[in-house]
């Protein structure tokens, strides 16, 4: 086998579309290849990612799958998908362009390691949000990730907005590249050795992804799992042959260590019980074992949508916190207990409940006056207070509807405020009705 050789400053390399490119410098290494900059003849820079020789088992079949990658196109913006491929250099090793990684973004890594934090927890939202519309793309255009892990994503820490490279490995539906991923983001059957990666398992790694975010632990990782050296007989364990969730309602024998997992003691109880729910059925016994209950990104999507909704301020103390819609939340900062007067209860959404809790600031997004729309970064609507009052701002584009209990019928265009009253029905757009609902 011939011996891998960097590339140079100033070589230039042909792409399979006929055009060249120039390497200007190296940005950076990893265990596939060198990244470099590469500068085409326009002046347009780009990343380009060489393979070590050996790296790959069988080079030619899987330059071809990058070529179909190339072709189909990349699932949405978050990804910085292979763009143009090298032509093959002495016969063994190639290499593909990209857009070269922006400034601003950190690895999810670093998150995990509290080496970079979010701005504020709005950010913290949007990134989960993100991360799940990109999987919605992804699994859209027909392909699965195969081996999703927090090395993938890169995070704007002030606007949430995701990056996902190292998409090399990204699979048709029933392919399978041959790569496990890591263990600890791999649904319990590939650890196992039951079954290749797929949509479902790319869904239960989406689910620990999702719960590291917001929780900060991994959520099989408790009191059970604290072994001196993770060995592969353990990481069987723990990852596919007895895994157990560290907030599971029937089994409490692998809880959060109390030294280990201080993230997940003290956050667990920040989330709403809906964000509770959803892990817990991601992580049930059922989906560990059986491979059912995982959630598909759309019901995800609206369970976020809520989360993003949910968020005020204490009366008390000033922090941010979740409110539940129709009942009394504590807020972990001041511990003092505070409840929304009523809330906006909309039509369910791929079988999920669609509130906005009646405080002030709660907001609604294009995605609550559309049904249609995904839309969850443009403000449509903001509750305002007033003694004894709550008001709703149209920020939209929209003309709204309300019919009042007694029948009479209002409009209130953009820039008006309507008051919220007790069962009133707010038509938002095209039949897309939420109630006011009064808390008991
Ligand atoms: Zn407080």
């Known amino acids: 086998m011939a011996e891998f050789v960097p590339l140079r400053k100033g070589q230039t390399l042909k792409l399979t579309d006929g055009r060249t490119v120039t390497v200007t410098d ?15 003849d326009s002046g347009e820079e780009r990343a380009l990612k060489w393979f070590f020789i050996g790296y790959l088992k069988d080079p030619s079949k899987f330059y071809r799958h990058l070529e179909s990658n190339i072709n189909v196109g990349s699932p949405s913006e978050a990804f910085l998908w292979p763009e143009q491929l090298t032509e093959y250099v002495s016969g063994e090793t190639f290499g593909y362009t990209m857009k070269i990684f922006p400034k601003g973004y950190e690895s ?25 519309a990109a999987f919605k793309a992804l699994h859209n255009k027909g392909y699965n990730y195969q081996d999703l892990n927090d090395g993938n994503f890169s995070i704007d820490p002030t606007s949430g907005k995701v990056l996902i490279c190292d998409n090399d490995n990204v699979m048709g539906h029933g392919e399978y590249s041959g790569v496990l991923g890591k263990a600890r983001y791999m649904a319990p059957e590939v650890v196992r050795g039951d079954k290749q990666p797929d949509k479902s398992t790319d869904r239960f790694s989406l689910a620990v992804i999702l719960f590291m975010l917001l929780i900060g632990n991994h959520p099989l990782e408790g ?54 729910d959803a892990f817990r059925q991601s992580f049930s016994q059922e989906s560990l074992l059986g491979g059912k209950e995982r959630l598909l990104e759309q019901v995800w999507f609206n369970i976020l949508m809520r989360l993003k909704s949910s968020l005020v301020r204490c009366p008390y103390c000033g922090e941010e916190m979740f ?24 039509g369910k959404r791929a079988g999920q409940d669609v509130t906005v809790p009646i405080f002030k600031d709660a907001a609604l997004y294009d995605y609550h006056m559309n049904p249609l729309s995904e839309d969850f970064e443009t403000r449509s609507a903001v509750i305002l207070e007033k003694p004894g009052k709550f008001g709703l701002k149209n920020a939209s584009n929209y003309n709204w509807k309300i019919k009042t209990p007694e029948g009479k019928i209002l409009t209130k265009q953009p820039g008006e405020v309507l008051v919220l009253g007790a069962d009133a029905k707010i038509d ?7 109630q006011v609902i009064v808390n008991n």
Not at 29 to 38: A, S
Not at 323 to 346: N, P
Not at 428 to 434: D, E, G, Q, S
Request: one cysteine or more; hydrophobic letters at 40%.
């Open 428 to 434: 938002f757009y095209n039949k897309n009705i939420a």
């Open 223 to 276: 009191v059970k799992t604290n072994y001196p050296a993770l060995t592969n007989k353990y990481e069987k364990k723990i990852y596919g042959t007895e895994p157990l969730f560290i907030f599971d309602e029937k089994d409490p024998s692998n809880a959060p260590h109390k030294l280990l997992h201080q993230n997940a003691l003290r956050l667990w109880g920040f989330f709403p019980s809906f964000i509770q």
């Open 26 to 40: 190296k940005l950076g290494e990893g265990g596939q290849g060198i990244v470099y900059r590469v500068r085409y």
């Open 323 to 346: 409110l539940e819609s129709d009942r009394a939340t504590v807020c972990q900062s001041c511990k003092r207990t505070v409840k929304a007067v009523g809330h906006l209860e909309f």
């Open 108 to 132: 999810f890594s670093r998150y995990l390691l509290a080496k970079t934090r979010f701005k504020n927890v709005a950010a913290m939202v949007d990134a989960a949000l993100n991360i799940v």
